[in-house]
């Protein structure tokens, strides 16, 4: 079944505490990005990568990085966690970094910074 | 620069009466717009998308969108609700002026469906 799965689902942790959103598509999908969902806002970019070693910054990237080893795999890393980053985060993909191709969400990771 | 404007926050129908969702847009390019629907605990999902080709567009549980661009709208309707259409949609605007942060994201409506 084709997807985009990202782990955790849930994260409550303190501020500081490093911690890594994983996204994984199967997909072969050369691009991938990453969001964040405010009540109100919608969903805002973080980062992108247009594929393989290629990142550049979304919106909103202050206190995110990312990493595109793999072409499957998209990590999403926050250093210094603030509670200003509690949110919603959704992982997407789609076959190639064009405007007129929808893209694949994943579930969505939601975090709690204490 | 794009931009999306969902002009309800939230839109309450009763069961089998029509849905209308409002989206407006402006872009500096030939955009490509889309229609997300997001269920509780749920990833968005792909309802209808629009790419300059015919300009009403078919989506999925028989939703249907309608560009016009004289109007810079893109309004989401089906002719009868159903309880499971009960969720957040967002109408999503894409052009090619910002290559690899295509997306921008209307704020969102939420449909409410009363039995």
């Known amino acids: 079944e084709a997807q985009v799965t990202q782990n955790p689902r849930y994260l409550i942790t303190v501020t500081g505490k490093k911690l890594t959103v994983t996204c994984s598509q199967n997909?072969?999908?050369?691009?991938m990005s990453w969001y964040r969902q405010d009540p109100g806002l919608g969903l805002r970019q973080i980062y992108y990568?247009?594929?393989?070693?290629?990142?550049d910054k979304g919106d909103v990237p202050e206190g995110y990085k990312v990493s595109r080893k793999e072409k499957r795999n998209f990590p999403l890393i926050l250093e210094s966690p603030s509670p200003n980053q509690t949110s919603l985060y959704f992982c997407?993909?789609?076959?190639?970094?064009?405007?007129?191709?929808?893209?694949?969400f994943g579930d969505g990771t939601r975090l709690s910074i204490l | 620069a794009q931009s999306v404007t969902q002009l309800d926050s939230h839109v309450s129908v009763s069961e089998g009466t029509p849905v209308l969702l409002r989206c407006n847009y402006s872009s500096s390019y030939s955009p490509s717009l889309f229609w997300y629907v997001q269920h509780p605990n749920k990833g968005l999902q792909l309802l209808l998308k629009?790419?300059?080709?015919?300009?009403l567009v078919k989506g999925i549980n028989g939703f249907e969108a309608e560009f016009k661009k004289s109007e810079t709208s893109f309004h989401l309707t089906k002719p009868s609700a159903h309880m499971s259409d009960a969720a957040e949609y967002f109408c999503?605007?894409?052009?090619?002026?910002?290559?690899?942060?295509?997306?921008?994201f209307g704020g969102g409506t939420r449909l409410m469906v009363k039995p």
């Open positions: 999503v605007v894409s052009d090619l002026e910002n290559a690899g942060n295509m997306l921008t």
């Open positions: 990568s247009m594929n393989v070693e290629v990142t």
């Open positions: 997909m072969n999908h050369e691009y």
């Open positions: 997407a993909s789609s076959f190639e970094g064009r405007s007129n191709q929808p893209q694949h």
């Open positions: 629009y790419t300059s080709a015919a300009t």
